[in-house]
């Protein structure tokens, strides 16, 4: 029997990564219907669905998917649940790793309880690369051991836990994805991409952690949510998927790409004191998903020049996000900054 996924409950749709998903199955697919299930955290907008508010297919409703009487009443109406819902930030995740384990374990319990209920068609996790913890040689494959070094990644692998349980003790058709580090437009400028950006913008410090060499694998955030797409239509369920492009580029490069893009002098780097139980490496092997006939469209360079030019004219979207709240997180996050690293 053909799979026919046309509803689907997206839940953290109105957050950076989930707001590219939307936007793109929306564009691709004319029979789609999509309900977004958003808490609007400091992380989640309304405003990151603007260019698809008018959609008739699209539904959005505020609500937290640790609400299991809101959840229900929304996942008795759809196929499938889509769950990008999350806190997000590794830094965050070391100054209160409370919300983490709400949201993402507990909240993600809470809709594999309704999958199951509502017998629904599949359930995607979307998933990080940090659940391997680091990488010092080779590549992750998807059957390796999990070994979470964060408290954010922790709360991921322990979500994941729960999502291959469901397959297991349920026969829920579960499917995850383990993205690697993802950037582009709407990105909430706390990650090292958006930040790096805006504080060049700003003619601020860009705070490297560290001697900066620690390195990550950039993906193009529609990259990833076609990745998602692909996955979830093609994917067999039980199993993860690696989504990666195989690149490697430190935190000292982001630097110099950032401010040569954003015609910036090298003097606004900044070492500071580094992040506790860094990872410095992650690295995927990313042979499950090509059958699938995804792979990656945008290389760093390209995307890194998509992205300076999607921050230089949207500078109201983003100077409304660093607020004095979020400037009360750095102050609290970043040890050793110079004057010049907030806003005087
Ligand atoms: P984000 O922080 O931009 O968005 C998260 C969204 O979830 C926000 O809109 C927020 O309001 C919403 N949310 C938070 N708690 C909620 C709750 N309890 N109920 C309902 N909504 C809630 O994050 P992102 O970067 O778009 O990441 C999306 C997903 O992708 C996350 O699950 C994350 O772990 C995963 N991921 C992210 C990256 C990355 O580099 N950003 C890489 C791999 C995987
Ligand atoms: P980040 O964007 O926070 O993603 P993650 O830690 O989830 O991979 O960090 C990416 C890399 O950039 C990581 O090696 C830490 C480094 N980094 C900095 O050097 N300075 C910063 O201000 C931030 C946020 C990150």
């Known amino acids: 029997m053909a799979l026919r996924l046309r509803r689907l409950l997206v839940t953290g749709g109105a957050g950076f990564i989930g707001s590219a998903f939307v936007r793109q199955r929306l564009t691709a697919d004319p029979e789609i219907q999509i309900i977004v299930l958003d808490k609007l955290t400091y992380a989640g907008s309304e405003e990151n669905l603007a260019e698809v508010a008018g959609d008739p297919r699209l539904r ?23 769950n990008f819902a999350a806190e997000s930030h590794v830094d965050r995740s070391l100054l209160d790793a409370g919300a983490f384990v709400q949201t993402d374990v507990y909240g993600t319990y809470v809709l594999l309880e309704a999958a199951r209920k509502f017998r629904h068609q599949r359930f995607m996790q979307v998933s990080t690369d940090e659940v391997y913890g680091e990488v010092k040689d080779g590549r992750s494959r998807e059957d390796d051991p999990l070994r979470p070094r964060s408290p954010y990644a922790a709360s991921k692998a322990g979500a994941e836990m729960l999502v291959g349980a469901y397959h297991v003790s349920y026969g829920l058709p579960i499917l995850v994805t383990r993205g690697s580090n993802t950037y582009g ?21 860009l705070p490297i952690y560290g001697n900066g060499a620690a390195v990550r694998d950039y993906l193009y955030v529609d990259d990833h949510a076609a990745g998602i797409a692909r996955v979830l239509w093609k994917g067999e369920p039980g199993q993860a998927y690696n989504l990666g492009t195989g690149s490697e580029v430190s935190g000292v490069q982001v630097a110099d790409t950032v401010l040569e893009l954003c015609g910036k002098p090298k003097s606004l780097k900044h070492y500071v004191k580094d992040r506790p139980g860094h990872d410095y490496r992650y690295a995927l092997d990313t042979r499950r998903v090509l059958p699938l006939g995804w792979r ?13 030019a999607w921050f230089r004219t949207h500078q109201a979207w983003w100077q409304r996000r660093k607020s004095p709240e979020f400037w009360d997180y750095y102050r609290r996050n970043y040890h050793g900054l110079p004057a010049n690293a907030v806003p005087q």
């Open 296 to 308: 990656p469209g945008v290389e760093f360079r390209r995307g890194m020049e998509l992205t300076v």
């Open 185 to 205: 437009p709407y990105q909430f400028p706390e990650k090292i991409i958006p930040l790096f950006i805006t504080n060049a913008l700003q003619d601020l410090a």
């Open 60 to 82: 959005f409703v505020q609500g937290d998917i640790a609400d299991a009487k809101a959840v229900d009443a929304l996942a008795a109406e759809v196929d499938a649940i889509v």
